[in-house]
């Protein structure tokens, strides 16, 4: 069973359209994050939520939007995407008080 | 705010040399954690450590925090082609938020 999940694995759109990313854990966590990994494999934090409440929002254009209907899902949606969108997005998930990070397998979205 | 710099960004190295990556923290952490991710993967937990000057080891891999809790080290023993990968340091503050440092990619060539 898989402890974080998220589809698609991969994405490719043309520039301008809109898409979403799904995320699901099932470790019964209450804070899940988005990650934006880039080329150089810098890893970059753009959302947090704990239990469907936004906490952390670093600056991301407004053109990426959170969603999280409950606690074990945080979806991402990217409105009119760009050429530089494009990387590798990670969900993760944490129990409370900063302890160890579960990673999805990541999806990888290249915008032509 | 908080920065967490990791070195060096890249690193090659023949099978069976060793390999050490380093973190430093702007400010004094509650904790540092190291992940691995392997090409193509996600990145894993591998470690956490907590208290001043703490030394853990796994196998070949030996993970240091500095005594002020604003530096660490991770160190691979005579590295294997399974060790390739990033290797990322993670700042850990008091009240739960985690900084990535920037990563260091390893080569190991056989």
């Known amino acids: 069973d898989t402890a974080v999940s998220q589809t698609p694995k991969y994405l490719v759109t043309q520039m301008g359209n809109d898409k979403s990313i799904k995320c699901e854990q099932n470790?019964?966590?209450?804070?899940m994050y988005w990650y934006k990994q880039d080329s150089k494999k810098f890893l970059k934090i753009m959302f947090s939520?704990?239990?469907?409440?936004?906490?952390i929002n670093e600056t991301v254009p407004n053109r990426f939007s959170p969603k999280s209907p409950d606690k074990a899902h945080l979806n991402l949606h990217i409105n009119s995407l760009e050429l530089g969108d494009s990387a590798v997005y990670f969900c993760?998930?944490?129990?409370?008080?900063?302890?160890?990070?579960?990673f999805g397998s990541g999806t990888q979205l290249s915008v032509l | 705010g908080q920065q967490v710099m990791q070195i060096p960004q890249y690193q090659h190295v023949q099978e069976g040399e060793d390999f050490t990556t380093y973190c430093n923290s702007s400010?004094?952490?509650?904790?540092i954690q190291w992940y691995k991710q392997r090409p193509g993967g996600h990145p894993v937990f591998l470690i956490q450590l907590v208290k001043s000057g703490e030394v853990k080891k796994q196998k070949r891999l030996t993970f240091q925090f500095g005594e002020a809790k604003k530096n660490s080290s991770l160190h691979i023993t005579a590295t294997q082609t399974t060790d390739v990968g990033t290797y990322f340091c993670?700042?850990?503050?008091?009240?739960?938020?985690?900084?990535f440092g920037q990563g260091t990619i390893l080569t190991v060539h056989p």
């Open positions: 400010t004094t952490l509650s904790n």
């Open positions: 993670v700042g850990g503050t008091s009240y739960g938020k985690l900084t």
């Open positions: 993760a998930s944490s129990a409370p008080g900063g302890e160890k990070l579960f």
């Open positions: 939520y704990n239990n469907k409440e936004l906490i």
């Open positions: 470790l019964g966590h209450d804070t």
